[in-house]
């Protein structure tokens, strides 16, 4: 049972911008820091942003991190057909001492 | 560049115990800083953490799963293994080995860099 929340699914056209939220805790997003993942249909999830707004090398910058208090939010702007994907948000809990995950919001390119 | 890859039965039975490796190359396992981890994936569902172990042999485990779980590593093969005792149907997923960076230094950094292609273990009589 994730404890982090995400609405499980987003939609938009090509060009628009796509925000996904992440809902948590104290113990987690309000105290730590949030990364999120991207997995492409079939494949294994991959790093897209670390500590909470922050681009590992060779992900676009169409895609931004932030956070507030116990909640985070990843948007995608200039949305494209290959960002289809499952996205999840992650991080660490204090009180589970634990690695949780979010819920996993699909992205649909209509 | 980092590879990591999993290998195990892809067929366990239920009450009997899973096991897959995690074979790192292009790396150290002893590189200090990383922590490696175990997630998996029920089909059509998300990800789940299991834990986590150091080349010392410090773990962490999710607790929903502790009482079941066993991470060990084998820094002379730089592998590192996971046991999963007592298995059902719900333990049917894709399991994940990766890197787990991971840092207590006031704000804990805590993320997962590389990872292997990902193994599909079906329990099932």
């Known amino acids: 049972q994730s404890v982090l929340t995400q609405p499980p699914s987003a939609s938009g056209t090509p060009g628009q911008r796509v925000t996904i939220s992440c809902s948590g805790s104290?113990?987690?997003?309000?105290?730590?820091?949030v990364y999120w993942y991207q997995q492409l249909p079939g494949t294994a999830p991959k790093l897209l942003i670390y500590?909470?707004?922050q681009r590992p090398s060779g992900v676009p910058d169409r895609f931004s991190g932030s956070k507030s208090g116990t909640s985070a939010s990843l948007a995608i702007s200039g949305l494209r057909s290959e960002d289809e994907a499952d996205y999840y948000c992650?991080?660490?809990?204090?009180?589970?001492?634990?690695?949780?995950f979010g819920t996993g919001t699909k992205v649909t390119v209509l | 560049q980092l590879q990591l890859q999993e290998s195990g039965p892809g067929l366990v039975k239920p009450s009997e115990t899973l096991s897959l490796t995690c074979t790192v190359s292009?790396?150290?396992?002893?590189?200090?800083?990383?922590?490696w981890g175990w997630i998996r994936q029920p089909p059509g569902k998300g990800l789940e953490w299991i834990g986590s172990?150091?080349?010392?042999?410090?773990?962490y485990y999710n607790p929903s799963l502790k009482s079941r779980v066993t991470i060990s590593v084998d820094t002379s093969k730089n592998q590192f293994s996971l046991k999963l005792s007592s298995v059902t149907a719900a333990d049917t997923a894709v399991y994940y080995c990766?890197?787990?960076?991971?840092?207590?230094?006031?704000?804990?950094?805590?993320?997962?860099?590389?990872w292997g292609q990902g193994t599909l273990v079906t329990v099932s009589s």
């Open positions: 990766a890197r787990h960076v991971f840092t207590m230094i006031v704000v804990v950094t805590s993320f997962f860099d590389y």
């Open positions: 292009g790396g150290s396992i002893s590189s200090s800083s990383y922590y």
């Open positions: 172990i150091y080349y010392s042999g410090s773990t």
């Open positions: 104290s113990s987690n997003i309000g105290s730590n820091y």
């Open positions: 500590r909470n707004n």
């Open positions: 992650a991080a660490w809990d204090d009180s589970l001492s634990g690695q949780v």
